[in-house]
């Protein structure tokens, strides 16, 4: 059998999907043909891939082996494509990169906007996302930089430069919430106000509970658990909670007076950003040039203190 690049995609849309329908649909594909194909990869490899049930297919243990193999050769062959497209004058490159919303609206635009004045033409595929699925999107080949607080090394990520960015988190509500313009706030009183928080399990959360636990303080009050930025933002707004965010997230905001930031220093942090990569393949020269910028970036907040701020963090 001689692999080619729509047998390994059509792998991995199996395996993302956990259904061979929902694999040929990506694939434009009929069902019986992606079931030939993974037969046949299968045959090839002399091992079962996936376990069949009635709802549909699961990786296995030689499946979950395979995998990151393919997700390595699936995305250094896209890049391959780009660059000889590049080299051909058919496009000026393609760099994807992904972060979770506060890098993207904020570090990530900045070095983006200074990549692409230098280099009119080139392609930039973002993709906003939180911690645990951007580096799942990393690992499959979807991004080939991610930009995340949370700190992660294994045998398939590593750590695409030593600079790291930073960004500064505090406690965001509408002026005309009860404990804005007060001077002095005791955590307790701010734990029993209601909060618009990412779900529980999200770093930013739990390391929200944890300030809160090692004060004393074991109950805050939730009013909004929720993925979406904007939500938080409009009950935060609108609906009297309170939010905890970096600055960016919030800055305009707070510049139309919609949002004050109360002075807590117990819950105001510079947070830490880490550039990673995976460990097998080649950066395109796109991702080599954003991450330069962003380095650049790096440097330059370290040169003035951009993103200081009170706290343990």
Same mark, same amino acid.
């Given at each position: 059998?001689?692999?080619?690049?729509?047998?390994?995609?059509?792998?991995?849309?199996?395996?993302?999907?956990?259904?061979?329908?929902?694999?040929?649909?990506?694939?434009?594909?009929?069902?019986?043909?992606? $079931?030939?194909?993974?037969?046949?990869?299968?045959?090839?490899?002399?091992?079962? +891939?996936?376990?069949?049930?009635?709802?549909?297919?699961?990786?296995?243990?030689?499946?979950?082996?395979?995998?990151?193999?393919?997700?390595?050769?699936?995305?250094?062959?896209?890049?391959?494509?780009? +660059?000889?497209?590049? +080299?051909?004058?058919?496009?000026?490159?393609?760099?994807?990169?992904?972060?979770?919303?506060?890098?993207?609206?904020?570090?990530?635009?900045?070095?983006?906007?200074?990549? +692409?004045?230098?280099?009119?033409?080139?392609?930039?595929?973002?993709?906003?996302?939180?911690?645990?699925?951007?580096?799942?999107?990393?690992?499959?080949?979807?991004?080939?930089?991610?930009?995340?607080?949370?700190?992660?090394?294994?045998?398939?990520?590593?750590?695409?430069?030593?600079? %790291?960015?930073?960004?500064?988190?505090?406690?965001?509500?509408?002026?005309?919430?009860?404990?804005?313009?007060?001077?002095?706030? %005791?955590?307790?009183?701010?734990?029993?106000?209601?909060?618009?928080? %990412?779900?529980?399990?999200?770093?930013? $959360?739990?390391?929200?509970?944890?300030?809160?636990?090692?004060?004393?303080?074991?109950?805050?009050?939730?009013?909004?658990?929720?993925?979406?930025?904007?939500?938080?933002?409009?009950?935060?707004?609108?609906?009297?909670?309170?939010?905890?965010?970096?600055?960016?997230?919030?800055?305009?905001?707070?510049?139309?007076?919609?949002?004050?930031?109360?002075?807590?220093?117990?819950?105001?942090?510079?947070? $830490?950003?880490?550039?990673?990569?995976?460990?097998?393949?080649?950066? %395109?020269?796109?991702?080599?040039?954003?991450?330069?910028?962003?380095?650049?970036?790096?440097?330059?907040?370290?040169?003035?203190?951009?993103?200081?701020?009170?706290?343990?963090?």
């Amino acid at each position: 059998m001689t692999w080619d690049q729509r047998t390994l995609s059509t792998f991995l849309a199996t395996a993302k999907h956990g259904s061979f329908g929902r694999a040929a649909r990506e694939m434009h594909l009929t069902q019986p043909a992606v $079931t030939r194909i993974i037969r046949r990869l299968e045959a090839h490899l002399g091992a079962p +891939l996936f376990d069949r049930t009635t709802t549909g297919v699961t990786l296995n243990v030689y499946g979950k082996a395979f995998l990151p193999y393919a997700s390595t050769v699936d995305a250094e062959m896209a890049n391959a494509e780009d +660059l000889l497209d590049s +080299l051909r004058g058919a496009s000026k490159g393609v760099v994807r990169v992904g972060g979770v919303g506060s890098v993207v609206s904020g570090h990530l635009a900045t070095a983006l906007q200074s990549l +692409l004045a230098d280099q009119p033409g080139l392609q930039a595929q973002v993709t906003e996302e939180i911690e645990d699925k951007l580096l799942m999107a990393l690992k499959r080949g979807e991004v080939d930089l991610a930009i995340s607080p949370e700190p992660y090394l294994d045998d398939e990520i590593t750590l695409a430069c030593p600079d %790291p960015l930073h960004d500064l988190v505090e406690v965001f509500a509408s002026p005309r919430h009860p404990l804005a313009g007060r001077d002095s706030i %005791p955590l307790p009183e701010v734990a029993s106000h209601p909060w618009a928080l %990412p779900p529980l399990d999200t770093p930013i $959360t739990r390391e929200l509970q944890r300030r809160f636990f090692a004060r004393g303080v074991e109950t805050v009050e939730i009013g909004v658990l929720s993925r979406s930025v904007n939500m938080l933002k409009s009950m935060t707004v609108q609906g009297g909670q309170m939010c905890w965010m970096p600055r960016g997230l919030v800055a305009l905001e707070v510049e139309a007076g919609d949002l004050v930031a109360l002075p807590i220093p117990e819950l105001t942090f510079r947070r $830490t950003f880490q550039i990673y990569r995976r460990r097998m393949g080649q950066l %395109p020269p796109a991702a080599v040039k954003l991450l330069r910028a962003l380095q650049a970036l790096a440097h330059s907040q370290a040169g003035d203190g951009s993103g200081d701020g009170s706290g343990d963090g």
